[in-house]
Nanobody
Framework: QVQLVESGGGLVQPGGSLRLSCAAS????????MGWYRQTPGKERELVAI???????NYADSVKGRFTLSSDNTKNTVFLQMNSLKPEDTAVYHC???????????????WGQGTPVTVSP
């Protein structure tokens, strides 16, 4: 029963900031990757930012310099600090993760329920 619980979305003005969090619960032995995608009606799901095993990160070109991914590994939680928000950042943001769930390499992959972000005057 590994679960991802997201929070932090909301309504913000252009130029404002939000911090999203994704907290994993359950039997988790390690993080293979953990990050964020976003979905807008009429547009394909887009990778926003992801952290891989060892702490490497990559970001969509559209958010580089504005968004920062961080983690608290003791709590199996990842954060997305979003600064200088633009209207085009409006979307439902979904956490995605793959975890090691035992000591012999079994993995779990899943999605959070989504948290909406609206950037509007």
């Amino acid at each position: 029963q590994v679960q991802l619980v997201e929070s932090g979305g909301g309504l913000v003005q252009p130029g404002g900031s939000l911090r999203l969090s994704c907290a994993a619960s359950g039997s988790i032995f390690g993080i293979n990757h953990m990050g964020w995608y976003r979905q807008t009606p009429g547009k394909e799901r887009e990778l926003v930012a992801i952290m891989t095993r060892g702490g490497g990160t990559n970001y969509a070109d559209s958010v580089k310099g504005r968004f920062t991914l961080s983690s608290d590994n003791t709590k199996n939680t990842v954060f997305l600090q979003m600064n200088s928000l633009k209207p085009e950042d409006t979307a439902v943001y979904h956490c995605n993760a793959e975890f090691n769930i035992d000591l012999i390499g079994s993995t779990w992959h899943g999605w959070g329920q989504g948290t909406p972000v609206t950037v509007s005057p």
